[in-house]
């Protein structure tokens, strides 16, 4: 199957996976993998059969946000993805050491991408997750010339040199072919906890003004709180400890939306 926009000439749906969603931004430290962590949680805890590739190479943050220390290991000459609450996940993290930066050139993080994609055991997933690392680089090219991705989702913060990096990242995906199912808005506002007023730290309407400019959904608007961060770094995704909380509620609104 020729891939329209790419050049390349094989992609190849995983097999048993029903939906592939990449998660991405345009600048690195502005929610992303928080945000592909809870709506991976947020869409298992509706019910679905979900997978979470790590494939921030790079940076592999995926195994302290979902609190999960494991090593992989091999069944029938496959790798079996470990578990944090009913996601099955995979992450370079798991294998190297996370203290030590990942030094490798392009090819072989391709390689590293396609030995995730082809060699894991997700078993039958409605959708696989992909963290991405920030940027249009290899990863990224990787992914969308090795499968067909389903959609891509694109986080944000409202600042506008957040916004213009995740309009490149939106015109990549148009350019290969892959739909953007929508832009998340993450750190979008602010309530404070005493006064209850609310400030608009990054700007306000960056998110909004962006998804109407490329006539893609706005899938939501995630506020800063302190619990999401305190979640990332315990382990414990907002979606599962503090799940009632009005930015939980907007991390599964985001998700259902999607
Ligand atoms: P990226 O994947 O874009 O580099 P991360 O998801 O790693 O970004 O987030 C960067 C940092 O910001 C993390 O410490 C994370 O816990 C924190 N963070 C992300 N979103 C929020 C939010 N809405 N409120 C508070 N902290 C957040």
Redesign the pocket.
Same mark, same amino acid.
């Given at each position: 199957v020729r891939a329209a926009g790419t050049g390349m000439t094989s992609r190849t749906p995983l097999p048993g996976v029903k939906n592939t969603i990449a998660v991405a931004?345009g600048?690195?430290? *502005?929610?992303?993998?928080?945000?592909? *962590?809870n709506l991976a949680v947020a869409l298992a805890q509706d019910g679905a059969a979900v997978g979470l590739l790590d494939a921030?190479v790079y940076?592999p943050?995926i195994p302290t946000?979902m609190g999960n220390r494991g090593r992989p290991y091999l069944q029938n000459d496959k790798i079996m993805p470990l578990e944090s609450y009913g996601v099955r996940i995979m992450s370079v993290g798991f294998i190297l050491d996370p203290e030590r930066a990942l030094i490798w050139r392009g090819p072989l993080v391709s390689q590293l991408i396609t030995q995730f994609l082809n060699d894991v055991d997700w078993g039958e997933l409605d959708y696989l997750v992909i963290?991405l690392p920030?940027g249009t680089g290899d990863v990224q090219l990787t992914l969308v010339q090795r499968i067909p991705l389903s959609g891509a989702i694109i *986080?944000t913060t409202p600042q506008d040199v957040a916004l213009a990096d995740a309009v490149k990242g939106l015109q990549m995906f148009r350019e290969v072919k892959t739909p953007v199912l929508g832009i998340v808005e993450?750190?979008s506002y602010f309530i404070c906890p005493h006064c209850g007023g609310r400030s608009e730290i990054f700007g306000f309407g960056g998110g909004q003004r962006t998804a109407e400019r490329y006539d893609v959904p706005l899938l939501g608007q #995630?506020? #800063?709180?302190?619990a *999401?961060?305190e979640?990332?770094?315990a382990g414990a995704p907002i979606v599962v400890s503090a799940p009632e909380s009005p930015?939980a509620e907007a991390f599964r609104e985001a998700a259902r939306r999607a």
């Open positions: 931004s600048k690195g430290g *502005v929610g992303k993998s928080t945000v592909a *962590v921030d940076g943050s946000m963290d920030p *986080v993450n750190m #995630i506020p #800063i709180d302190p *999401v961060r979640g990332g770094d930015t």
